[in-house]
């Protein structure tokens, strides 16, 4: 007994289309993988571009302040600044105060003796990486000094490196997380119910709540002390939820439990509307079958098809009908487009707050034109996880996917689209933070870090360029001619059909009640049942 629903291929798709489009995706993800990996990190920490006493510099009297004036906002605590006298005794009151602008100052004790005196200073630049440093200045006359001044940079060694680790895990998570939810609302939803996609989204999930936690539990060590051991110090992490970085981790952790919901109803929604489809598709299939029997055990007797040509009768009145209390099509389609746009508004809103937990502690928060970077850098994080998560979620349906889910072509296309959008959105806001960063066209060329940064411009604009072809090659590799209904036929088992019709017209050729009988055998099938018993009833009254 075969099932007409067992095989499923997609529409239009062929072995040697599929091969050439995974090849294609996998050469993008290389070529994507180079670029990002040749481009040199770009980075803009806070630097001290002044100070008063200035670096060096030999002052007749011991000031009463020292002031400190970095390139941008820095955040800065008790102990972020301090001075020491020529025998290392420190001599500063401890407390920082902003003096506006980019300047911070602390007072000194009065009657400080001659000599050289040492500042050290330790504060936390626009995105949220610990800056740190020393200079010198003398009263009179320099002198020796033996301050000892800290050799390991702020950031650096083992805590720096397991915090750089787990910042760009949880980049990575976002991108999974974010990027393959999206795939499977704006591409391929039939994607909820396969596993490896499950697995991929889940996996996202998790990377970044893992992620997010360490770097919680590791930053008051990395902007400080650095020691692995003070990780677990309740006070350094009492200090850390009151920073800026330590609310937006907070905030992240939040945002992650409303992202399970999601994802559970995500993926429990679309897996159960496919498995009542796949039991709609086995049902047509059993269907069919029993319409094969039935039409050769309608030769069988005059009275049983009587009866059952009666009751086909009503069926097709609609006497007795059950289908009547079931969902129409049309409803089932206005309930997936709920669905959808109520997964669409509650993910999009998930999406942009874990975005924004980046926004709201890092260089968008700062500087020039803040209250215009931030919702930009919400965009530049979304469009970065719905080309890449997508492309992750992509590759992944392409090759892990079972053979009865096989992605179809129509989700490959609206994915190009989505992915060549994001590109787009991406570049532009990258330009834009990019220009803010160095805070004057002069700059791009006038600086090493403006000069990286076109360099890496001009690395996303070949990007473009290969999102481009690619979407191009990858149209003419998903399109082929529509399959005729020969094709579907013999794909879908309905020759069994084609074989009970022939039963039940020979019936009806050979006698009219016996046509009746065969009607009545196939009546189990319903409407196509019906139209059988139509024809043979012609047959044997020999109307035209």
Known sequence: MRRSGAARRPAGGTAPSSNRLRALLLLLLATVTAVLAGAVPVSAHAALTGSDPQQGSVVQEAPSQISLTFSEKVATSDGSVRVYDPKGKQVDTGDVVDLGGNSYGVKLRPGQPDGTFTVTYQVVSADSHPVSGAFTFSVGAPSKTTVPVPGQEAGGGVVGGLYGFARYLS????????????????????????????????????TLAVATLAMLLLRGSYTGSGKLGDIFDMDLLSDVLQTKTGAALISRLLLLAAAALFIAVLFGAYARRDEENDDENDDEGVKDVEESEGAEEGEEGVEEG????????????????????????????????DLTFGLAIGGGVVAAGLAASWAMAEHASTGLQAGLAMPLDILHLLAVAAWLGGLATLLVALFRAPADAQIETAAVRR????????????????????????????????????????????????????????????????????????????????????????????????????????????????????EGAGVGGDDGRGDP
Do not use: H, M, N
């Open 306 to 337: 009587v009866e059952e040509g009666v009751r086909e009768a009503d069926v097709t009145k609609g006497v007795g009908s059950e289908d009547d209390d079931e969902p129409s099509e049309a409803d089932d389609g206005s309930y997936q487009r």
């Open 171 to 206: 980049y990575a998570g976002f991108i999974l997380l974010v990027g393959g939810a999206a795939f499977v609302l704006a591409c391929w939803q039939r994607g909820a119910g396969v596993r490896p996609v499950q697995r991929l989204v889940v996996s996202g999930w998790l």
């Open 415 to 530: 994915f190009s689209r989505v992915a060549f959008g994001s590109v787009l959105v991406l570049t532009a806001t990258g330009i834009y933070q990019s220009w803010r960063q160095v805070g004057t066209w002069s700059a791009l060329t006038g600086t090493s870090y403006g000069q990286l940064l076109l360099v890496k411009i001009g690395l996303v604009a070949v990007l473009v360029g290969i999102a481009w072809i690619s979407r191009r090659w990858t149209a003419q590799l998903v399109e082929a001619p529509a399959p005729t209904e020969e094709d579907r036929e013999k794909a879908t088992g309905d020759a069994v059909d084609d074989g009970a019709g022939a039963g039940a017209g020979t019936a009806g050729a050979s006698d009219g009640a016996g046509t009746a009988g065969a009607g009545a055998g196939a009546s189990t099938t319903g409407d196509d049942a019906g």
